[in-house]
């Protein structure tokens, strides 16, 4: 029990020791911290003269602590946007990710500017932000040359892709701002962020990825098929052409409206089918008319399909307008007009060969009018159903010309000798260009119906079919002239103002041979040839009876004067049962106001008559006045002269700056005054 006491008071006495100690101990240090305190106190009245130098001093230690904790958390993003590049869901907020990192890439080098080793470092280590942009855009524009496909597959794709273009054209429009509020501090902006140095460009970058994919898909079109497989090509050109639907239905809602997508792919594809085009022209002449029409017939169905997409009417045929098909056209015209040429020569040739056939009613004719129109209706409906407006418009052309070559062709074969061709083949003939007229109207009615108005008013039908009315009408003056060849028709005209004429032996048997004539010619032709045809008949004999009467030699009697009169009645008499009677007195007339020329006693009843004579006939010259004065017997010497003198005064006189007022059916075609014309007058003088 008291070793137990003894043992604590031992350890107390050892306790207190220990305590002794430390109190001594704290006390020296307090002291000790006294004397510090003392100093410190000191050196604190020199600190507080620095205190903005401290201040910056503990503002870059915040900044040095914000940037290491911001660059510690640089990696984990950068990884995060990596890693976020696979899902496109996420291509917006990978977009924003990057932007994010970008904007503490700019603060961490703004931070170290002035340690140009320490930007060297950092720049080095910011480089995986620049491949993570790389491979970020390369996923962009796969997506946006991608368009035609994602719009189908994935439309949430592509709006996603177009969303990030708009957020950095925005951005572009900021950083461009700020750049010019900033002006003059150039270089600390090149040092902190070199890809802020410029605006990125991503919608001008957008519409290069879009021009490249179509480039990319012309390419076998425009490269190869152009030139190797012409069916190939155009089934390649139908199929991109149809793609535009797709465009429009799917692509255009994908792009903001601004974008004006649909229009730009329209005028991108057109740009390049023009191209092909331009391709197939330069080999026009290897290609065959139905290639050609393949083609012309894809370029209406494209255009076709615009119109039905709501492209206005004019931008639609910039194909067929564009003159890329200008060597294809000419081409096929060209050809089409040769190989018609050549068809309606072959039929002209077959009528010489063949005699002319007859309708049911006698009326003659050859199958050359409905042939050659039918050739020229199955170009028109060919054109029609498989090319342009614009190459119907050339045919429409083509065709005129052809017209116009085939009319030549039959006035050439009008210029041989009316009795080689024959009265039947120009009876032919005759009916043939009134047939002609009626079809070339009909082709012009069908073919004008199809171009718009813009190319139907530049083509003129009307002229070229009138060409075959007026060759109609060569043909009855050529028949005409068949009559007036025949061996005894020419025999009775030699007697004109001779004996036998003088004793009715000419007229009459005349009229009696046209009466013959007539009879068949009114059986061969159409009613309204036949009456242009005795009309010309009857002009042709008045032209003939003028002539004979002035280059006969025999002085003119009071016989003479008799028989004309008679002349005049059996012409009427006869002309009057086919056409009317005003028609043929008038003709008729000027043989009656040359019977009283021939008959006047006087000089005054010479000019009278003469003046007369110029009314009806303003182009009958003083020399015919000359040449029956100089046939009248007894009229002296100085009355002749007197009366030449003034029918020429009264002539000259009657002249319109130096010509007839008109011109008539007679006077021009008279052989005589071309042969004696200032004869006699020198004779008289």
């Known amino acids: 029990m008291v070793a137990e006491q003894v043992e604590q008071a031992q350890e107390g006495l050892e306790s207190l020791s220990l305590s002794q100690k430390t109190i001594s101990h704290l006390t020296e240090n307090f002291v000790d911290i006294k004397s510090m305190n003392v100093m410190l106190c000191q050196e604190c009245q020199t600190l507080i003269e620095n205190h903005d130098q401290i201040k910056l001093l503990s503002n870059a230690r915040n900044n040095l602590n914000t940037t290491l904790k911001g660059m510690m958390s640089i990696s984990v993003e950068a990884a995060e946007a990596r890693d976020s590049l696979s899902d496109d869901k996420e291509l917006i907020s990978t977009y924003e990710r990057l932007t994010a990192l970008d904007g503490k890439r700019r603060f961490a080098l703004a931070a170290a500017s002035s340690h140009e080793e320490e930007v060297g470092r950092l720049r080095e280590y910011f480089e995986d932000i620049d491949h993570t942009w790389e491979t970020f855009e390369k996923t962009l524009w796969g997506h946006i040359s991608n368009f035609f496909n994602l719009a189908k597959e994935s439309p949430q794709t592509l709006v996603r892709a177009m969303r990030v273009v708009e957020m950095q054209e925005i951005l572009d429009q900021q950083v461009a701002t700020e750049a010019a509020e900033a002006e003059g501090d150039g270089e600390m902006e090149s040092i902190t962020n070199p890809r802020k140095n410029h605006k990125k460009g991503y919608k001008d970058k957008c519409y290069e990825e879009i021009r490249k994919s179509v480039e990319s898909r012309f390419s076998q079109l425009l490269s190869e098929l152009v030139f190797d497989d012409l069916q190939g090509a155009l089934e390649e050109a139908k199929t991109i052409g149809e793609e535009l639907g797709d465009i429009y239905d799917y692509v255009a809602s994908c792009f903001p409206p601004r974008y004006e997508i649909f229009q730009l792919m329209v005028n991108l594809y057109t740009e390049r089918f023009i191209q092909w085009l331009r391709l197939l022209s330069d080999r026009a002449n290897n290609l065959s008319n139905l290639e050609i029409l393949k083609v012309t017939g894809w370029v209406v169905d494209y255009q076709d399909n615009l119109i039905g997409l709501g492209v206005d009417d004019s931008l639609a045929q910039v194909c067929s307008e564009s003159g890329a098909?200008?060597?294809?056209?000419?081409?096929?015209?060209?050809?089409?007009?040769?190989?018609?040429?050549?068809?309606?020569?072959?039929?002209?040739?077959?009528?010489?060969?063949?005699?002319?056939?007859?309708?049911?009613?006698?009326?003659?004719?050859?199958?050359?009018?409905?042939?050659?129109?039918?050739?020229?209706?199955?170009?028109?409906?060919?054109?029609?159903?498989?090319?342009?407006?614009?190459?119907?418009?050339?045919?429409?052309?083509?065709?005129?010309?052809?017209?116009?070559?085939?009319?030549?062709?039959?006035?050439?074969?009008?210029?041989?000798?009316?009795?080689?061709?024959?009265?039947?083949?120009?009876?032919?003939?005759?009916?043939?260009?009134?047939?002609?007229?009626?079809?070339?109207?009909?082709?012009?009615?069908?073919?004008?119906?199809?171009?718009?108005?813009?190319?139907?008013?530049?083509?003129?039908?009307?002229?070229?079919?009138?060409?075959?009315?007026?060759?109609?009408?060569?043909?009855?003056?050529?028949?005409?002239?068949?009559?007036?060849?025949?061996?005894?028709?020419?025999?009775?005209?030699?007697?004109?103002?001779?004996?036998?004429?003088?004793?009715?032996?000419?007229?009459?048997?005349?009229?009696?041979?046209?009466?013959?004539?007539?009879?068949?010619?009114?059986?061969?032709?159409?009613?309204?040839?036949?009456?242009?045809?005795?009309?010309?008949?009857?002009?042709?004999?008045?032209?003939?009876?003028?002539?004979?009467?002035?280059?006969?030699?025999?002085?003119?009697?009071?016989?003479?004067?008799?028989?004309?009169?008679?002349?005049?009645?059996?012409?009427?008499?006869?002309?009057?049962?086919?056409?009317?009677?005003?028609?043929?007195?008038?003709?008729?007339?000027?043989?009656?106001?040359?019977?009283?020329?021939?008959?006047?006693?006087?000089?005054?009843?010479?000019?009278?008559?003469?003046?007369?004579?110029?009314?009806?006939?303003?182009?009958?010259?003083?020399?015919?006045?000359?040449?029956?004065?100089?046939?009248?017997?007894?009229?002296?010497?100085?009355?002749?002269?007197?009366?030449?003198h003034e029918c020429k005064e009264i002539y000259e006189n009657s002249l319109v700056d130096g010509n007839p007022p008109k011109s008539g059916f007679v006077f021009p075609k008279v052989k005589a005054l071309s042969a004696s014309k200032g004869g006699l007058w020198r004779k008289l003088t």
């Open 325 to 644: 098909m200008d060597p294809l056209m000419n081409a096929y015209v060209e050809r089409m007009q040769a190989t018609t040429r050549k068809w309606y020569l072959n039929i002209l040739e077959n009528d010489k060969i063949h005699p002319p056939k007859k309708t049911d009613d006698g009326k003659l004719y050859t199958p050359a009018a409905v042939d050659v129109f039918r050739i020229l209706g199955e170009q028109v409906q060919t054109v029609r159903e498989n090319s342009t407006d614009l190459m119907l418009y050339r045919i429409a052309l083509a065709i005129i010309q052809v017209m116009i070559d085939f009319q030549g062709a039959e006035r050439q074969r009008l210029e041989e000798p009316a009795s080689e061709i024959g009265l039947e083949a120009l009876c032919a003939m005759i009916n043939n260009n009134l047939r002609c007229y009626d079809l070339a109207m009909e082709l012009s009615s069908s073919t004008l119906e199809a171009p718009p108005q813009n190319y139907a008013g530049q083509v003129n039908f009307e002229d070229t079919c009138k060409g075959f009315l007026e060759v109609a009408k060569e043909g009855v003056h050529q028949t005409v002239s068949v009559i007036f060849e025949d061996p005894g028709v020419q025999e009775f005209l030699i007697k004109l103002y001779q004996k036998d004429w003088l004793e009715a032996q000419v007229t009459e048997y005349l009229v009696a041979t046209f009466g013959d004539y007539f009879t068949d010619v009114k059986m061969y032709i159409e009613e309204r040839s036949f009456r242009r045809f005795v009309e010309a008949c009857l002009e042709e004999t008045i032209v003939v009876y003028v002539d004979h009467l002035l280059i006969q030699k025999s002085y003119i009697k009071e016989e003479t004067i008799e028989r004309m009169k008679l002349d005049e009645e059996v012409l009427i008499d006869f002309f009057r049962e086919y056409i009317s009677i005003s028609k043929v007195e008038s003709r008729v007339r000027v043989l009656g106001d040359l019977r009283e020329l021939t008959s006047a006693e006087s000089p005054d009843s010479f000019t009278l008559v003469y003046t007369n004579i110029l009314e009806h006939q303003p182009d009958c010259p003083s020399e015919v006045v000359e040449k029956l004065v100089s046939l009248r017997e007894g009229i002296p010497r100085k009355d002749a002269k007197e009366v030449v």
